[in-house]
Every structure is written in C-alpha cells, then in structure tokens.
C-alpha cells in the first residue's frame, strides 16, 4: 500500500511540474480540439481521494508500479494505444459476452495505465447502465451520478469525478437506469459522446459496457465509438460465446480478446 501511495505522489509531483501552483493551458489545432499543456487542474469537476485498501481489494493493481500483475495491463496499454493512435481512434469500448469476466476490472486498470504512464488524459465513463459498478470498485461517492444527469437534477459536469489520480476522470453511475437501449442511442447521448471525445485532442475514451449477450445495451451502443476490446474469462466463457459475440462485431473495430481469470502467473521478468 505504501507503494501505491508513493506512486500517486510520484505522480501528482510530476503532474505539478515542480510548481506549487498547478496551472494549465490549452491551444487550439486546425479541428478545433484542444491539446492539454502542462498540469491539470480540476476547476469544475469534483476531486476526491480514494482509499488505497478499498482499491487493492477489489483488484485495482495499476497504480503500483511494482506488482507483477499490473505489467499486464501495461503491456495491454501500449498495444491498445499503438493500434488507436495508428487509426487517429480515441473512443474504445470494453464489453465480455456474459456478465463476471472482469470487464470493470479491466476497463478501471486499463484507464489508470493510460493516465499514470501516457502523455494521454483518460476518461472512464460507466455505460452499464443496468449493472453499474465502476464507482463502486473504486469506492467513489454516492452522490451526484450519470443517473441524476439524466433526471435533470444535476449539470453533466457535476457529474464527473477526478479521484485524485492526475490525468485521470470518471463518470460514475450508482444505480440502474430505465430504458438503457433507448438512453444509449439518443441524440442526448450521442452529443455527449462527441463532445467527450472533441474536446481534447490528447484525451482516450474508454465506456465500460454491458455483456454482450445479456442486453442489446452494448451492441446498439457500439456504433459510437472507434474501437471495442472484449474481455473473457478463462475457464468460464465457452467457445462458442466467443464466436458468437466475434460474429456480433464483425462490422465493429476489434481490437482484440482479453484473456481474464487466468491461473497461469509468469515466472519471469526481464527486471
């Protein structure tokens, strides 16, 4: 745990650049999106700590750079980025073909990598909008979510949460939301997704989806955004389910199949 805690200072020192006033610029290009210079600071959107032990237990490994297990996920980082930046792509979509693959896990330790160690801001939007969870692995306030969003009692802005991790932002979801098909292809949610992917040139997006084959929530979804990676687990997702979903997002951007659950742990390291 201290680890952990060294590392975010690490990272709030280096995201500071050595001042003790954190001030940030943007500029415009020739789309007329925004490119971050310099450190962040969080006027708008709510900054809040997370605790450290809430994080380890439930399976929040990126922050620490010195646990075996996360070189995964970094090396899953630098092969989703290489094939998005190849494309000019920065929207992606996590999904599995039934629910308990890990997707969450994956989507929340994928986002961390990209923010900690990239010259990329990320942003994790919670998309399962029937079985939320990601606010709850990272142990975010209960107030102030996408669904109070869309009832119209908050600002979207208010809704956003950076957990004092530089470069990195959710937009959580606490509880289920009716008509989640219809929400996710209205022209509401649709603006907003551009918008979210507009607005800074050096921004990922990563929606953390449904199942495939518990809801149509994801696959009507998917159309929005430039890529999809899908998450199985080993031993428990058949054959079958995943030719199945392959079939689903054939005229989808596959990036490629994440194996979770695996029993079998590396030996060796190069350090």
């Known amino acids: 745990m201290e680890r952990i805690k060294e590392a975010i200072a690490k990272a709030k020192e280096k995201q500071a650049g050595g001042f003790s006033e954190r001030t940030s610029t943007t500029k415009k290009t020739a789309h007329n999106t925004e490119i971050v210079e310099g450190p962040i600071v969080y006027n708008q959107t709510r900054v ?14 990126t922050l620490d750079s010195e646990d075996p297990n996360s070189i995964s996920f970094d090396i899953l980082r630098t092969q989703v980025l290489a094939k998005m930046e190849a494309n000019n792509w920065r929207t992606l979509a996590i999904t599995s073909p039934t629910p308990a693959c890990g997707k969450t896990v994956v989507a929340i330790n994928l986002a961390l990598s990209i923010a900690k160690q990239t010259d990329y801001t990320a942003l994790l939007v919670d998309f399962d909008l029937r079985r939320p969870q990601v606010a709850a692995y990272l142990g975010l306030p209960k107030e102030n979510s996408f669904a109070e969003y869309l009832d119209g009692k908050i600002e979207f802005n208010d809704a956003l949460v950076n957990p004092g991790i530089p470069r990195f932002v959710v937009l959580p979801n606490r509880r289920a939301v009716k008509n989640s098909t219809e929400i996710l292809t209205s022209r509401r949610v649709k603006s907003m997704v551009a918008d979210l992917r507009d607005r800074y040139e050096k921004r990922i997006c990563i929606f953390d989806l449904p199942p495939l084959k518990a809801t149509d929530d994801a696959i009507a979804f998917i159309p929005q955004v430039d890529c999809v990676l899908m998450v199985v687990a080993s031993g428990e997702t058949k054959p079958s389910e995943v030719k199945d979903c392959r079939r689903q997002l054939q005229s989808s951007n596959l990036l490629g199949v994440v194996l979770n659950k695996s029993e079998e742990v590396a030996k060796t390291y190069y350090y």
């Open 48 to 61: 809040v700590d997370l605790s450290l032990a809430h994080l380890e237990e439930n399976r929040i490994i």
